[in-house]
């Protein structure tokens, strides 16, 4: 997996293959103060995640949604964008796998 820093925000692009469970995390920013994590990716090899946990003042308040497709992507192109600017190796491998969605591979 991959990191990069944008303010207090830690940006991980994890690897296209995480074996051991359903849910295959794509993107994940995790906020130092507070702390806070949003993770995006795909479970069951069907259907688009976010999933949002604050620590703190609201501590242990975790969502989990279903989001479409059209959003998921919206998500990776925004963070292709951060990479670019940040970490331009990783805006590469992010385009492959949005490329890949939006092939339908």
């Known amino acids: 997996m991959d990191r990069f820093w944008v303010d207090t925000w830690l940006h991980i692009i994890f690897p296209e293959k995480v074996g051991g469970s359903d849910r295959l995390p794509i993107i994940s920013q995790l906020c130092f103060g507070p702390l806070e994590t949003r993770e995006y ?3 069951d ?3 688009y995640f976010e999933e ?3 620590e703190g ?3 242990g308040e975790c969502d989990f949604c279903v989001i479409g ?3 998921f992507l919206r998500v990776i192109d ?3 964008k951060l990479c670019e600017k940040y970490a331009p190796p990783l ?3 992010l385009s ?3 490329d890949k969605l939006r092939g339908g591979k």
Do not use: L, P
Request: proline share 0%; aromatic share 4%.
């Open 41 to 43: 990716g795909i479970a």
């Open 57 to 59: 003042v609201c501590e």
């Open 91 to 93: 805006a590469g491998r």
């Open 45 to 47: 090899g069907k259907f």
């Open 96 to 98: 492959e796998a949005r």
């Open 69 to 71: 497709k059209e959003e």
């Open 78 to 80: 925004n963070e292709i």
């Open 52 to 54: 949002h946990i604050i």
